[in-house]
Each structure stands twice: as structure tokens, then as C-alpha cells.
């Protein structure tokens, strides 16, 4: 869908980014990350051509994206930054209609559509229409940023650290809510981000980048698990990295069936990290597993089960 | 209607203040027996060589004119220095700018007349030139308050920039730009008065008779009209303001 060639871009003497190749396929949700300065959202940028390459090229749907006027090339990429970015003159519901209001869409499909996407983002049509943007909190903000962002359908999502401005609460609320719109509807999204909490719980493949090129890129697991040197094991918090490899996993797959353990059971989608403060506060060594939904026992999980999946029997 | 919504309106000055202008502008005649009382020693208390309501007229007229001439070259010199391509010339338009409000109307009144000679046109052009300044400085301003955020995004969202000046800068540079317009009318309805020195038809035509013949039953006259035009503008001005700025913070 998108595929970067050796592409740079300089300013004055200083590489930005230098010479990075990556292809993201369609339905990918591939994260940015770095430390500032290295690179990452004057890449995204190119995609979209707010920042224009000087070196290599930038394919979109298998042509070069200096062959499209900019204006055509954006309205097919929706674009969200931090909350700062809403029209601040203008009601949610303009704010949503801007790109479908570019193209030209009748008045009827264009209000049908902004009533969608608000209750796609929790929302309430009727209470927040109307209102300015001053009159929304922070995470309300961002919510109508990412439904302007989704308004005309577009092909791919660029996100500029699209969270950063939120308190933690919102924030979790927002990225659950952007997984869930990406499983839902199989959009093309890429974001940067320099936090790597949010990196690992969003992203299909993380990009990390310094000075302007790619360390490594790979599944959130790839990278914990197997981080390609001491850099990347520092960035994806050093002493820390285990702990974030055994929250990427859920307890299901490390469930001994058929066994059976005392105490309030575990969610089977619960992570290994989950479990492992289970195990410490409650002092045991096993602990009982249940079906998220319907509350079914399944098994038991053991200590040692942290780090290897059971023999099966 | 309500007793609280009378109470409302009792208490707005502009209602009061406009009517007030009205009332001078046609009714001063009737006011002769007050300036007689006021001024005994002047054996004509009442400036009756033109009807106040017709210097009012001229004189809104020549306020109109120069203020929508100083608009339209305004807005557009402080959009060119604010675009891409303008961007070299902001130093020397911020200069002139500088340079040109340190000079007093006057001045700038009294260098027109050589060059244009007597009447209601070098007063015309005179005011335009004066009351284009605090336009190029506020449309400058306003442009420049428009949070980088949104420009990225209108940018980002794919909307031209013929697109982006009209339907972001623009109105949100509109509270801005309407005080610096509100302060270059206010500036010209008083210079317009001056004008009246070098041949305009103005309201400051009594204010300079009274002055030659020392009647100062005149210049009150034109003195206190004058006024009333500048404060009840200035008001419409506020109200015009809190219309457009609806979005913003403040309630």
C-alpha cells in the first residue's frame, strides 16, 4: 500500500531521516517510534507530503506520490495530530465534515456520516453536534480529531502522536477505541509515538528509528524478545523488558486444562503480567483460570508456566 | 416582553447613545435657546450655515470611503507579506508600517494638499493612508494567532491553500483583524474632522469656524457631535465583535 525507497530528507546539514526503506501493507498498523529528534514524524510526513523527500521515493498504491496533486493525495490519507489541531471556529460536527465537505459530498450523506463516526467514538450526536471545540474536554477533542481523521473513509491513517496531549485515562480509553476500529474496519494506519507503552499495545509492527534510520522493525513480541542490540533493549525499557514481553501475552495460552487451583479465577484473556502480580500478592504458586464470558473454569496455571507453555499431555 | 429583558435594554448605552446622535444631528436647532443661555455673550449661539445632519452624512461618507479603501489595501498587503511568496517584502511593509503611524494625521493632512490640492479628495486619501496602518499591523497579528496545529492540519486534511486562507486563517484571524479595523475607523471619524481644514465637508467644519471666530458655542456643537459618532461606532463595533467571536473561549 505504502512503500518508502531509500528515502531522505536533509535540512541544512542535518539528515533527518536517511535512507529508510519500508513497505506497509494494507491492514497493517505499523508505530513510529523514537526519541525525539530521530526521524519519525518527518517520515510520517513525507507520506503525506508535508514534508517533501529529497532523496529516494515514496510509493502510494504503486505510484509515486510526487504524481498526485497534494490536495488528492491527503484527502486519501486521513490526518490526526494532537487535540491543538481542531478547527477551533468551527462545531464537531464541521470539524468531522471537513474532508467529506472537499469532496464535494451531498449535504444529507455528509450529516449521516458525522452522526456514524461520533458513535463510533462514543459520542452523543445530538449533545456534542453542536458544540465548539472549547467546550470539550481534552480526550473529547482527540475523539472528534480521530472521526475527522476517518470522515471521507480514507484508504490510509497517518497519526502524529495523536495522544500525547491526554491524561492516562483517556488515553487507554482512545487507543482500546482506535484497536478496535482498526479490527474492525482493516485500515492501513500508521502513528508516531515516543511511548512505548502504547507502541506495544497498538502496533501489528513497530518501526524504531534513531538519527534518522531504522534499528529495527518487527512485531511487538520480535522486538522484546529478540531486540537487535543493547539500543533497542535500552528503548524498550531495559530491566523492564521482560515484564512488557509477558504483557503482550494472554493466559490462555499457558492454561494446564483440567487442573484446578483455590482463589477467585483469572480471565482467560488476562496477560502474564497480570498473572505474575497475582501470583506475588497472593502469595501461591497456582492459580485458577476462567472463561472471560462465560466464567467457566478452564484449568490452572502454574509459576513456572511464565516462561515456557506447558508440556502438552 | 419581560421586565428582566427592558432592564437589559434600559441598561445598553448604545440604544441610548445612537438615539442621542439622531436627536443632535436633526434637532439642534431646538437646542438654540440652550446655547443662547450658555453662551450670552455670542450673538449667533448656533452653527446654522449647513445642517448638522448633512455634515453628519458627509462626513460618515468621507469615514466610509477612505476606512473601505484602507481595508481592501490593508488586508491585502498583510496577506501578501504573510504568504509563502510575500514573505521577503514583511521587513519593509512592517517598517513603513512603523514609520507611517509616527507620523500624526495632521501631518499627513497637511502634506496631501500640496500634492492633491484643496477638497474632499486629498482628505479622502489622506485618511485611507492613515487608517491603513493599524489594518496591516492587525492583519498581520491575526494571521500570525492562528495556531500552528490548525495549519498543519488544514494542510493535512487536504484543503488548498486558496481553501485554507478562506476557511481557517481568515475567520480566525477575524477577531484581530476587527480590532485593528475598529481602531483605524475610530482614528479616521477624528481625523475626519481635521479634514474639514483642507476643504472636507465634515462635522469638524463647525470645530474650525468656532475656532477662527472664537465661538466657542460652534465647536462645542461639533465637538460633542463628533464624539457621539465615535463612541456609538466603537459600541457597534464591540457588538459586531462578540457576534463573531461566538467559538472562542470567552462566554
Same mark, same amino acid.
Given at each position: 500500500?505504502?512503500?518508502?525507497?531509500?528515502?531522505?530528507?536533509?535540512?541544512?546539514?542535518?539528515?533527518?531521516?536517511?535512507?529508510?526503506?519500508?513497505?506497509?501493507?494494507?491492514?497493517?498498523?505499523?508505530?513510529?517510534?523514537?526519541?525525539?529528534?530521530?526521524?519519525?514524524?518527518?517520515?510520517?510526513?513525507?507520506?503525506?507530503?508535508?514534508?517533501?523527500?529529497?532523496?529516494?521515493?515514496?510509493?502510494?498504491?504503486?505510484?509515486?506520490?510526487?504524481?498526485?496533486?497534494?490536495?488528492?493525495?491527503?484527502?486519501?490519507?486521513?490526518?490526526?495530530?494532537?487535540?491543538?489541531?481542531?478547527?477551533?471556529?468551527?462545531?464537531?460536527?464541521?470539524?468531522?465534515?471537513?474532508?467529506?465537505?472537499?469532496?464535494?459530498?451531498?449535504?444529507?450523506?455528509?450529516?449521516?456520516?458525522?452522526?456514524?463516526?461520533?458513535?463510533?467514538?462514543?459520542?452523543?450526536?445530538?449533545?456534542?453536534?453542536?458544540?465548539?471545540?472549547?467546550?470539550?474536554?481534552?480526550?473529547?477533542?482527540?475523539?472528534?480529531?480521530?472521526?475527522?481523521?476517518?470522515?471521507?473513509?480514507?484508504?490510509?491513517?497517518?497519526?502524529?502522536?495523536?495522544?500525547?496531549?491526554?491524561?492516562?485515562?483517556?488515553?487507554?480509553?482512545?487507543?482500546?477505541?482506535?484497536?478496535?476500529?482498526?479490527?474492525?474496519?482493516?485500515?492501513?494506519?500508521?502513528?508516531?509515538?515516543?511511548?512505548?507503552?502504547?507502541?506495544?499495545?497498538?502496533?501489528?509492527?513497530?518501526?524504531?528509528?534513531?538519527?534518522?534510520?531504522?534499528?529495527?522493525?518487527?512485531?511487538?513480541?520480535?522486538?522484546?524478545?529478540?531486540?537487535?542490540?543493547?539500543?533497542?533493549?535500552?528503548?524498550?525499557?531495559?530491566?523492564?523488558?521482560?515484564?512488557?514481553?509477558?504483557?503482550?501475552?494472554?493466559?490462555?495460552?499457558?492454561?494446564?486444562?483440567?487442573?484446578?487451583?483455590?482463589?477467585?479465577?483469572?480471565?482467560?484473556?488476562?496477560?502474564?503480567?497480570?498473572?505474575?502480580?497475582?501470583?506475588?500478592?497472593?502469595?501461591?504458586?497456582?492459580?485458577?483460570?476462567?472463561?472471560?464470558?462465560?466464567?467457566?473454569?478452564?484449568?490452572?496455571?502454574?509459576?513456572?508456566?511464565?516462561?515456557?507453555?506447558?508440556?502438552?499431555? | 416582553?419581560?421586565?428582566?429583558?427592558?432592564?437589559?435594554?434600559?441598561?445598553?448605552?448604545?440604544?441610548?447613545?445612537?438615539?442621542?446622535?439622531?436627536?443632535?444631528?436633526?434637532?439642534?436647532?431646538?437646542?438654540?435657546?440652550?446655547?443662547?443661555?450658555?453662551?450670552?455673550?455670542?450673538?449667533?449661539?448656533?452653527?446654522?450655515?449647513?445642517?448638522?445632519?448633512?455634515?453628519?452624512?458627509?462626513?460618515?461618507?468621507?469615514?466610509?470611503?477612505?476606512?473601505?479603501?484602507?481595508?481592501?489595501?490593508?488586508?491585502?498587503?498583510?496577506?501578501?507579506?504573510?504568504?509563502?511568496?510575500?514573505?521577503?517584502?514583511?521587513?519593509?511593509?512592517?517598517?513603513?508600517?512603523?514609520?507611517?503611524?509616527?507620523?500624526?494625521?495632521?501631518?499627513?493632512?497637511?502634506?496631501?494638499?500640496?500634492?492633491?490640492?484643496?477638497?474632499? *479628495?486629498?482628505?479622502?486619501?489622506? !485618511? %485611507? $493612508?492613515?487608517? &491603513? +496602518?493599524?489594518? @496591516? #499591523?492587525?492583519?498581520?497579528?491575526?494571521?500570525?494567532?492562528?495556531?500552528?496545529?490548525?495549519?498543519?492540519?488544514?494542510?493535512?486534511?487536504?484543503?488548498?491553500?486558496?481553501?485554507?486562507? *478562506?476557511?481557517?486563517?481568515?475567520? !480566525? %484571524? $477575524?477577531?484581530? &483583524? +476587527?480590532?485593528? @479595523? #475598529?481602531?483605524?475607523?475610530?482614528?479616521?471619524?477624528?481625523?475626519?474632522?481635521?479634514?474639514?481644514?483642507?476643504?472636507?465637508?465634515?462635522?469638524?467644519?463647525?470645530?474650525?469656524?468656532? *475656532?477662527?471666530?472664537?465661538?466657542?458655542?460652534?465647536?462645542?456643537?461639533?465637538?460633542?457631535? @463628533?464624539?457621539?459618532?465615535?463612541?456609538?461606532?466603537?459600541?457597534?463595533?464591540?457588538?459586531?465583535?462578540?457576534?463573531?467571536?461566538?467559538?472562542?473561549?470567552?462566554?
Amino acid at each position: 500500500m505504502i512503500e518508502l525507497r531509500e528515502v531522505g530528507k536533509s535540512y541544512g546539514a542535518v539528515r533527518a531521516v536517511d535512507g529508510v526503506s519500508l513497505t506497509i501493507e494494507r491492514a497493517e498498523f505499523v508505530v513510529l517510534i523514537g526519541a525525539s529528534g530521530s526521524g519519525k514524524s518527518t517520515l510520517l510526513k513525507m507520506i503525506n507530503r508535508l514534508v517533501e523527500h529529497d532523496q529516494g521515493m515514496v510509493l502510494f498504491q504503486g505510484a509515486q506520490i510526487r504524481t498526485f496533486k497534494p490536495e488528492d493525495l491527503r484527502r486519501r490519507m486521513g490526518y490526526a495530530i494532537q487535540s491543538i489541531g481542531l478547527f477551533p471556529h468551527w462545531t464537531v460536527a464541521h470539524n468531522i465534515a471537513t474532508v467529506p465537505r472537499l469532496l464535494g459530498w451531498p449535504s444529507e450523506r455528509i450529516a449521516a456520516r458525522v452522526d456514524d463516526l461520533l458513535v463510533l467514538l462514543d459520542l452523543e450526536p445530538a449533545l456534542y453536534r453542536e458544540r465548539y471545540p472549547h467546550q470539550l474536554s481534552g480526550g473529547q477533542q482527540q475523539r472528534v480529531g480521530v472521526a475527522r481523521a476517518l470522515a471521507a473513509d480514507p484508504e490510509v491513517l497517518l497519526m502524529d502522536e495523536p495522544f500525547g496531549a491526554l491524561d492516562p485515562i483517556s488515553r487507554h480509553a482512545l487507543q482500546n477505541e482506535l484497536v478496535r476500529i482498526h479490527t474492525a474496519s482493516r485500515k492501513t494506519i500508521v502513528m508516531v509515538t515516543h511511548d512505548v507503552g502504547e507502541a506495544l499495545r497498538l502496533a501489528t509492527r513497530i518501526v524504531l528509528l534513531d538519527r534518522g534510520r531504522i534499528v529495527q522493525a518487527g512485531t511487538p513480541a520480535q522486538l522484546l524478545a529478540h531486540p537487535a542490540d543493547d539500543f533497542v533493549r535500552e528503548f524498550f525499557g531495559g530491566d523492564e523488558l521482560g515484564l512488557r514481553l509477558l504483557a503482550l501475552q494472554p493466559v490462555a495460552g499457558r492454561v494446564q486444562a483440567g487442573e484446578s487451583a483455590p482463589g477467585e479465577p483469572l480471565p482467560h484473556t488476562a496477560s502474564l503480567r497480570d498473572a505474575l502480580a497475582q501470583f506475588v500478592s497472593r502469595r501461591v504458586s497456582r492459580l485458577p483460570v476462567a472463561d472471560a464470558t462465560s466464567g467457566r473454569v478452564l484449568g490452572a496455571i502454574h509459576f513456572g508456566d511464565l516462561l515456557a507453555p506447558p508440556p502438552p499431555p | 416582553m419581560t421586565w428582566p429583558r427592558l432592564g437589559c435594554l434600559l441598561r445598553d448605552p448604545l440604544p441610548w447613545l445612537a438615539t442621542a446622535l439622531v436627536l443632535l444631528a436633526w434637532g439642534m436647532p431646538w437646542f438654540k435657546p440652550l446655547f443662547a443661555a450658555l453662551f450670552p455673550e455670542l450673538d449667533r449661539p448656533l452653527y446654522e450655515q449647513e445642517s448638522f445632519a448633512a455634515l453628519l452624512a458627509s462626513h460618515l461618507a468621507i469615514v466610509a470611503a477612505s476606512s473601505a479603501l484602507s481595508l481592501v489595501v490593508g488586508v491585502a498587503a498583510g496577506l501578501f507579506v504573510t504568504r509563502h511568496a510575500g514573505r521577503e517584502f514583511r521587513p519593509l511593509v512592517e517598517t513603513l508600517v512603523a514609520i507611517g503611524q509616527t507620523v500624526p494625521p495632521v501631518a499627513v493632512l497637511a502634506l496631501a494638499v500640496p500634492l492633491i490640492g484643496f477638497g474632499a *479628495l486629498p482628505a479622502l486619501i489622506a !485618511l %485611507a $493612508l492613515y487608517g &491603513l +496602518l493599524p489594518i @496591516v #499591523r492587525a492583519t498581520i497579528a491575526g494571521i500570525e494567532s492562528v495556531p500552528r496545529g490548525v495549519l498543519e492540519v488544514a494542510d493535512g486534511l487536504g484543503l488548498t491553500q486558496l481553501q485554507r486562507l *478562506l476557511r481557517t486563517e481568515l475567520p !480566525l %484571524a $477575524l477577531p484581530v &483583524l +476587527l480590532a485593528g @479595523v #475598529r481602531s483605524s475607523v475610530i482614528i479616521n471619524i477624528g481625523t475626519a474632522a481635521i479634514a474639514s481644514t483642507v476643504g472636507a465637508r465634515t462635522l469638524g467644519l463647525p470645530i474650525i469656524v468656532g *475656532l477662527a471666530g472664537f465661538n466657542t458655542a460652534y465647536v462645542l456643537q461639533g465637538a460633542v457631535v @463628533v464624539a457621539l459618532v465615535a463612541v456609538v461606532v466603537d459600541l457597534g463595533f464591540e457588538r459586531l465583535g462578540s457576534r463573531w467571536g461566538r467559538w472562542r473561549a470567552t462566554v
